[in-house]
């Protein structure tokens, strides 16, 4: 079973409007960190917000922001205002358990590639 | 600026010959590093977790002899694709993340290497 789901492989937003692009995650460890990044066709891949398990905030960074649903197991990013620069790869990862230290690789989605017109 | 330093970041070589790929941490010591791969339109897959002055932990599937790992400093890991094939040709990108820090920061990501074989 995936870990990680994104289930939409492509994206389309107006310029200027708000899009949320969605992730479903699987676990049963009570702690886990769930991280956004972004991928432009240069291929770097670009922190963009975190959130803890624990937090009982969903988190926010400038014009991204976390829907972040504990019971349902989402994770849904939203980013607001598009614009043109945000047309990259979206994936959303998950770090599993306990990973304070060095442990704790990302699993990744599968990506959702966003594509905003002017 | 840069926290993680990935070298080449292009490749283009023959069949057979081996290509190394190196890893660096900039502002701090990497216990830890780990090499992902990545298809073209896929998402990144977890190649090895590399740990410095031990071996490095290869997922299923993963050949040890035909991707080495050495992380010989708490700073550099390299990844060397022995006698490689076009098969092996991908985009490469490895990660680390500073143990020192808290356990919501995320893993920063060098810019990775496209490997191309003839």
């Known amino acids: 079973a995936q870990k990680i789901t994104q289930t939409q492989p492509g994206m389309f937003v107006q310029e200027k409007e708000a899009v949320t692009l969605d992730c479903t995650y699987d676990?049963?460890?009570?702690?886990?960190?769930l991280f956004w990044y972004k991928q432009p066709s240069s291929g770097e891949m670009i922190f963009l917000i975190y959130?803890?398990?624990?937090?009982?905030q969903n988190a926010t960074e400038g014009r991204y922001s976390l829907n972040f649903q504990k019971a349902r197991k989402s994770a849904n990013l939203v980013i607001s205002a598009s614009q043109l620069g945000d047309s990259a790869m979206y994936f959303c990862?998950?770090?599993?358990?306990?990973?304070?230290?060095?442990?704790?690789?990302?699993?990744f989605g599968k990506g959702t590639k966003l594509s905003v017109k002017p | 600026g840069a926290v993680v330093s990935q070298h080449p970041s292009w490749v283009i070589c023959k069949s057979g010959t081996s290509v190394k790929i190196e890893c660096r941490s900039l502002?701090?010591?990497?216990?830890?590093m780990f090499w992902y791969r990545q298809f073209p339109k896929q998402s990144l897959m977890l190649m090895a977790t590399?740990?410095?002055?031990?071996?490095?932990?290869?997922e299923q599937g993963v050949e040890k002899d035909k991707f080495l790992i050495n992380h010989a400093s708490l700073t550099l890991s390299t990844l060397t694709v022995t006698s490689a094939h076009p098969e092996d040709s991908s985009f490469y990108i490895c990660?680390?993340?500073?143990?020192?820090?808290?356990?919501?920061?995320?893993?920063?990501f060098g810019d990775g290497t496209r490997l191309s074989i003839l």
């Open positions: 959130q803890g398990s624990y937090d009982e």
């Open positions: 590399s740990n410095e002055g031990s071996k490095a932990t290869y």
């Open positions: 502002d701090f010591q990497a216990t830890t």
């Open positions: 676990t049963s460890d009570q702690s886990y960190g």
């Open positions: 990862a998950m770090r599993e358990g306990n990973y304070g230290g060095s442990q704790g690789n990302l699993i």
């Open positions: 990660s680390a993340r500073d143990p020192t820090w808290y356990s919501n920061q995320p893993q920063h």
